[in-house]
């Protein structure tokens, strides 16, 4: 069974700081890794997609993947209120997103 | 922009009623795809669809699912003979291809909420 695996949290952030999370997966042959945002009762919106081994920047986030240890993360740098929200680790095989169960995060002003 | 618009927002049905669930892809998308949540759980994948036929499936996907393409624009779900724990949020998401970078990127709609009573 190919699996996804995040902590669950919740992942308490004050205000401005830096927020960490992270997601291993198994499936070896995956090429295509993918941060979604969701907030309650909403759909999976797309964060950051990354390909290659290294980080990638966009704003405020930044996603690093590391193919040989099996491990994606993604930083959220000055943590807003309006990042409060539960963040999905997705990874693609064949077509399909494989997700994992999501880490909720919590901004506190 | 381009977004997969999905109706109804909530279906609400007996148990053993079939419904259909409606999906707008974005309109230069090739691939389509159904997922479920159900509350509190994990975002799963139930089909991948392609040129008409379906690519992929989960074993979720049992012989009471279908999915369509009736015209150019829609793409559906049905649930033949709904049963209690077919109740969850069901989102359609769509991409233009299946490999290549950001060609692959899936974008969902806001999904249906399904209350099977």
């Known amino acids: 069974q190919k699996e996804v695996e995040q902590n669950s949290g919740p992942l308490s952030v004050p205000e401005g700081a830096i927020a960490s999370l992270n997601c291993t997966y198994s499936d070896r042959g995956s090429q295509s890794f993918f941060w979604y945002r969701q907030y309650s009762g909403k759909s999976p919106e797309l964060i950051m997609s990354i390909y290659s081994n290294g980080d990638k920047e966009d704003g405020r986030f930044t996603a690093q993947l590391n193919k040989a240890s099996q491990y994606v993360s993604l930083l959220i740098r000055d943590s807003q209120p309006s990042d409060s929200a539960t963040y999905l680790c997705?990874?693609?095989?064949?077509?399909?997103?494989?997700f994992g169960a999501g880490t909720q995060v919590v901004v506190t002003p | 922009e381009p977004e997969v618009t999905q109706t109804p927002s909530h279906q609400v049905t007996q148990m053993g009623q079939e419904v259909i669930l409606r999906c707008v892809p974005i309109s230069n998308h090739l691939y389509f795809y159904w997922y479920r949540q159900i509350l509190g759980q994990k975002v799963e994948f139930l089909v991948s669809?392609?040129?008409?036929?379906?690519?992929?499936k989960s074993e979720i996907f049992d012989d009471q699912f279908s999915v369509e393409r009736p015209d150019g624009s829609n793409f559906t779900l049905k649930i033949r003979s709904t049963k209690l724990e077919d109740s969850a949020m069901y989102f359609c998401a769509s991409s233009m291809g299946t490999g290549g970078r950001n060609k692959n990127i899936q974008y969902f709609g806001a999904g249906t909420r399904l209350s099977v009573l």
């Open positions: 997705a990874v693609n095989g064949r077509g399909k997103l494989q």
């Open positions: 669809f392609y040129n008409n036929e379906i690519s992929e």
